[in-house]
């Protein structure tokens, strides 16, 4: 179970603007069983080309984890969630973790 767990487990990645609630938002993605956990990590700085521009501006990082077969249906919440036109999101992969905290991961997001 742990190897099956650690090549199911994924984190994506997100922004939200400051004035946005990111404890809302991250309940919903608990809540429907769309991540396990969400980590909102305050104020960050991006610097970002938009419209041909360089931009720059506060946003919160907000950090899903969550398993594979879950990444379809949370980007798509993600979306309809995300103030922002275009949305930053971007999954990695997890190559290791604590067998317990991978196996909590999966039990966490699958369907009830």
Known sequence: MTQESAREAVVAWTTLPPETDATVFARVLVDERLAACVTCCGSVLSVYRWQGDV??????????KTTR????????RVIDLHPYD???FIVVPVV??????L???SEST???
């Open 55 to 64: 931009e720059q501006g506060d946003e919160q990082l907000v950090m899903i």
């Open 103 to 105: 196996h909590w991961v």
């Open 69 to 76: 077969p879950r990444v379809d249906a949370l980007r798509a």
């Open 86 to 88: 275009t949305p930053e």
């Open 96 to 101: 290791d973790g604590a067998p317990d905290y």
């Open 110 to 112: 699958r369907s009830a």
